[in-house]
Nanobody
Framework: EIRLVESGGGLVQPGGSLRLSCAASGFPFASTVMKWVRQPPGKGLEWVSTSFVGMAANITTYAVSVKGRFTTIRDDAKNMLYLQMNNLTPDDSAVYFC???????RGQGTQVTVSS
């Protein structure tokens, strides 16, 4: 059974940091291109970051809105994907999902709220 379980969300003040985790199981994680997406309140899904594998391993791309503030890290030995988020702003408030790029299979998401 394919499973993606996100965790680590919460309430944080502007300028703060959070680290999201995504635990993957049921598929060959180390050979799977993964992404983070988010859904702000009342809006559609928004791409955040993609972590590549194979010949493009160690390449990660980011949306302009998060570049320089967010870092995606993958630990293939543990089947884990992380999103380190720094210097958060209220515009980063959303439900965050990790997903497989090949079919958009994603987990239940974790809520991030940035507010003072």
């Amino acid at each position: 059974e394919i499973r993606l379980v996100e965790s680590g969300g919460g309430l944080v003040q502007p300028g703060g940091s959070l680290r999201l985790s995504c635990a993957a199981s049921g598929f060959p994680f180390a050979s799977t291109v993964m992404k983070w997406v988010r859904q702000p309140p009342g809006k559609g899904l928004e791409w955040v970051s993609t972590s590549f594998v194979g010949m493009a391993a160690n390449i990660t791309t980011y949306a302009v809105s998060v570049k320089g503030r967010f870092t995606t890290i993958r630990d293939d030995a543990k089947n884990m994907l992380y999103l380190q988020m720094n210097n958060l702003t209220p515009d980063d408030s959303a439900v965050y999902f990790c997903a497989r790029v090949q079919d958009d299979w994603r987990g239940q998401g974790t809520q991030v709220t940035v507010s003072s």
